[in-house]
């Protein structure tokens, strides 16, 4: 990087597929040293092998971890065993839907939606929290315009 400025590790909970991998990429361009986890270990593999390609050094560090954020000891390990190194920037890209009529959406696709979405992005930023204060780090959740406004045939 020509501005002699030092990396900065950026943390992406789902940025194994979609906007998440998108701001994978987009921090390994710019030289930073990027962690990234999926659900699905084939995709987050797959989508490592792509961010690693894209390296600007020897020194740059890519990194993926299988994690499900409904499972809060999985979260709690991520930042204490996994990851123990300053986090400058946390970006939480998870999420779930489930497209269907509510009546016709079984009550566990709305819990599932409300773990993952609501509670997932709680728990991890409180997770994360002692990294990021290191760092004097910053959190992003990413959410969908159906957060803001109904969309026909999403309940949940």
């Given at each position: 990087m020509g501005n002699n400025k030092p990396n900065k590790t950026l943390c992406i909970i789902g940025g194994n597929r979609g906007i998440g991998?998108?701001?994978?990429?987009?921090g390994v361009a710019r030289g930073d040293n990027?962690?990234?986890t999926g659900r699905d270990l084939?995709?987050?593999?797959?989508?490592?092998?792509?961010?690693?390609?894209?390296?600007?050094?020897?020194?740059?560090?890519?990194?993926?971890?299988?994690?499900?954020v409904r499972d809060s000891q999985a979260l709690k390990d991520l930042f204490s065993k996994?990851?123990?190194?300053?986090?400058?920037?946390?970006?939480?890209?998870?999420?779930?839907?489930?497209?269907?009529?509510?009546?016709?959406?079984?009550?566990?696709?709305?819990?599932?939606?409300?773990e993952t979405n609501l509670i997932g992005a709680a728990e991890t930023a409180l997770a994360a929290l002692p990294l990021l204060k290191q760092a004097?780090?910053?959190?992003?959740?990413?959410?969908?315009?159906a957060g803001l406004m109904g969309v026909f045939g999403y309940s949940g």
């Amino acid at each position: 990087m020509g501005n002699n400025k030092p990396n900065k590790t950026l943390c992406i909970i789902g940025g194994n597929r979609g906007i998440g991998k998108a701001a994978a990429a987009h921090g390994v361009a710019r030289g930073d040293n990027v962690i990234i986890t999926g659900r699905d270990l084939q995709t987050l593999n797959s989508t490592l092998e792509e961010l690693k390609d894209m390296t600007l050094s020897q020194d740059q560090r890519v990194q993926g971890f299988v994690l499900d954020v409904r499972d809060s000891q999985a979260l709690k390990d991520l930042f204490s065993k996994s990851i123990t190194c300053p986090l400058d920037l946390l970006i939480y890209s998870a999420g779930y839907s489930y497209p269907g009529y509510a009546e016709e959406t079984p009550l566990g696709e709305f819990r599932t939606q409300i773990e993952t979405n609501l509670i997932g992005a709680a728990e991890t930023a409180l997770a994360a929290l002692p990294l990021l204060k290191q760092a004097g780090g910053t959190v992003v959740f990413i959410s969908s315009l159906a957060g803001l406004m109904g969309v026909f045939g999403y309940s949940g």
